[in-house]
């Protein structure tokens, strides 16, 4: 998969739970019955702004990813994107 | 489990996952649950010494409300297991109050209750997975083990299961002198039902101790299992139990840690809280679930579990080049075979264990026994003769006394 589209609409997985954790976040994908870990609470911060953002370039600025590291943030969630905790969002 | 991190998340300085994961988490990710003593097996290595239910086992209720703790903690799912779970005629009730509360359930089985409608009702949960237990790909080497008539039982149980359309489901097996020539055959025996096939370590823990000298694999046979995991990748589970090998070179998949009060942690089925399910000992013992602040309050506050989650140092294991991968191997398994906490595990690559059990005195004196045994009794544990001595008794003017001697004062003497 190449890096997902930051200018579309993205969300959790509804089959997804997040438990945040001091070092970040716990994800759990129910379906797939994969773990994954978000080690830093801004990426955490990312994810759960997905939801109400219209793209997660907008979700990134909210939750306040300095500019020089929105390619960092677009490949964490292009990765999880991978192990479908996240999916498009569509209308 | 099976684990992923987003590249990327983490700056290239930031902290390794496993080091974030030694000061431990606000709740376990993996959580062991011991449900019930009770067993129609008796297999030769039961870690839980299983056999006879525990009268003093936790109610409907009192499992109600430890789903109830787990969800607030968000606690995604349990590990069930026993003794045999099934065999409590309230499991079903307490599996779907699980589920239906957000706590998903996989639970570890031997099959025996695993008929085509159960397994109907299984596959239509997505929040359950299950794990059929089998210790030897042919019905020979496993039955010698898990008793005759146990590996039909599971391979029933997985065409149950296959046949109602579970997809996934995991076929467990622990890893024995035995079997390690087999494990081509257990994954093509998992293949032909759709399951997953996961492998653990045999533990000398409960009967294991017992076992463990004569049935863990051998060292070249622990090598034979190292290749034969990288080979096979992330399509075989673990359970993360060989981290030990992985001082052999490449880590395998997993946490590669020692999770004990960090990370796992085992509810037994009177509501101990142990550091992990192959540690029933009270060295090991965090609290009672049954205690005010229940299963929470033991994660959060129990000592034993502060302990578990300071730094560890490496000990006699230190200055060994591969301390940073193995961590020194298994708590559990140095316990139950006399070594030092802080010294190699018993299975350690570089042969560091041996020559420690080596030095261990023959009788096996002093090795730490299990806190709990509920094995069965049916059957005399004496298979020798009993030796006695005749004699003659010391007064013959004495004569025996029955005890329905109907004089009360049969055989009084007065002086």
């Known amino acids: 998969m190449s890096a997902i589209d930051i200018d579309r609409a993205w969300d959790l997985h509804p089959q997804v739970s997040v438990r945040p954790e001091p070092f970040g976040a716990l994800l759990y994908h129910f379906g797939t019955r994969k773990l994954s870990f978000l080690k830093d609470r801004r990426l955490l911060a990312v994810v759960q702004s997905l939801k109400d953002a219209p793209t997660a370039r907008a979700a990134c600025t909210a939750a306040g990813v300095p500019a020089p590291d929105l390619a960092r943030y677009g490949a964490a969630l292009t990765a999880l994107a991978r192990s479908s905790m996240v999916v498009e969002r569509t209308p | 489990m099976t684990i992923t991190t987003p590249r990327g998340s983490n700056p290239a300085s930031g902290p390794r996952l496993v080091d974030l994961f030694e000061h431990g988490l606000d709740a376990p990710i993996c959580l062991t649950w011991e449900l019930t003593y009770a067993c129609n097996l008796a297999c030769a290595h039961c870690l839980s010494s299983s056999g006879r239910r525990d009268p003093r086992e936790l109610s409907t209720e009192e499992a109600k409300a430890v789903i109830d703790e787990l969800e ?65 790909a042919t019905a020979e080497v496993n039955d010698a083990l898990r008793g005759p008539g146990s590996y039909d039982t599971a391979v029933r149980a997985m065409r149950n299961l296959a046949d109602a359309g579970m997809k996934n489901f995991k076929l467990s097996v622990v890893c024995t002198r035995h079997n390690i020539p ?51 990748g992330e399509t075989v589970l673990t359970g993360d139990s060989f981290f030990h090998l992985s001082a052999y070179g490449e880590a395998l998949p997993g946490l590669n840690l020692c999770g004990a009060g960090r990370v796992v942690c085992l509810i037994d089925p009177v509501g101990d809280v ?62 139950f075979t006399g070594l030092p906490l802080d010294g190699p595990d018993p299975e350690c690559v570089q042969g560091y264990g041996e020559d420690l059990l080596a030095k261990r005195p023959q009788n096996r004196t002093g090795l730490p026994r299990p806190s709990a045994d509920h094995s069965r009794r049916t059957s005399p544990t004496r298979t020798g003769p009993v030796p006695l001595t005749l004699t003659r008794r010391p007064n013959p003017d004495r004569p025996p006394v029955s005890d329905c001697a109907e004089d009360p004062l049969a055989g009084l003497r007065v002086t």
């Open chain 2, 72 to 136: 607030a903690m968000q606690v995604f799912y349990v590990n069930i297991g026993g003794g045999e779970p099934t065999v409590r005629s309230d499991f079903w009730e307490i599996l779907d109050y699980a589920t239906a509360h957000h706590v998903g359930v996989k639970f570890s089985t031997n099959g025996v209750r695993i008929t085509p409608e159960v397994a109907r009702r299984l596959a239509a949960n997505d929040y359950v997975d299950v794990q059929i237990s089998l210790d030897g």
């Open chain 2, 182 to 232: 087999q494990m081509d055959a257990f994954k093509a025996l998992a293949d032909a039902y759709g399951a997953q096939l996961r492998l653990t370590r045999l533990r000398p823990s409960g009967r294991g101790a017992d076992v463990w000298d004569d049935l863990h694999p051998t060292r070249e046979q622990q090598r034979e299992l190292y290749d034969w995991l990288v080979a096979h």
């Open chain 2, 274 to 335: 142990y550091a992990c399910p192959f540690a029933i000992h009270d060295e090991f013992l965090a609290g009672n679930v049954r205690r005010p602040g229940g299963f929470a309050g033991v994660w959060r506050e129990s000592e034993l579990f502060r302990r578990l989650r300071q730094p560890q140092n490496g000990g006699a294991c230190s200055a060994c080049a591969f301390y940073d991968t193995c961590k020194g191997g298994c708590m559990a398994a140095k316990f």
